[in-house]
């Protein structure tokens, strides 16, 4: 069974990028948040109450599909965000903006449960730290035809993030420092692809 690591951090603070140049300089297979292509990301733009439930189960379902690939894969993954994130952070914000029910939240939560019970966590958690400010102007900059973060909810999706982290082993934690303007991740690239071969070595 192959390792997984996910890249987790508030809404454009770097996630998908780091896990492109990650794919290339440490060979891993990409699992990507796919919004474009999920079939009611769009809907759930449109009107959150009505499709909210289904965005969330889609998306649940999606990264536990895509975390079972690259279990069974040839080689090592990364996702962009993953399945906890999507439960711990946005699953939980859409409930308290009252995008889902308590009842779907529940729901979801069993869903969530259930899928973490057949699939063991991710062996590497990568947490893209970027003070509140710096991610405000990256979202700003960020040219995204469908984006359902706003400006507006990345204090309270930081605040679940570190309420979330706080509660995972620190041995599958690593966190890297994302508030200097570096698209490419230039400074750190080689270091933390040096950091995972040796945390997931072991495992290999």
Known sequence: MQPLITIVGNAGVGKTTLAHLLTKHFSCQLALEQHQERPFQALFAADHARYGMANQIDYLLVRSEQEHAIRYGDRPGVQDGGLDEDF??????????????????????RLYRTLRSVLPPPEVIIWLQAPLEVVIERHRRRSRSLEI????????????????????????????????????????????????????????
């Not at 699953?91 to 308590?102: E, I």
């Open 88 to 109: 711990f952070v946005f699953t939980q914000h859409f409930q308290r903006c009252g995008y889902l029910t308590g009842a779907e939240l529940e729901l979801c939560a």
């Open 149 to 204: 973060a706003q400006i507006s909810d990345l204090q309270a999706l930081d605040q679940l993030l570190s309420a979330w982290l706080s509660q995972v082993e620190p041995q599958r934690l690593l966190v890297v420092d994302a508030s200097s303007d570096d698209p490419t991740f230039s400074q750190q690239l080689a270091p933390l692809s040096a950091e995972l071969r040796r945390r997931l070595a072991p495992i290999g």
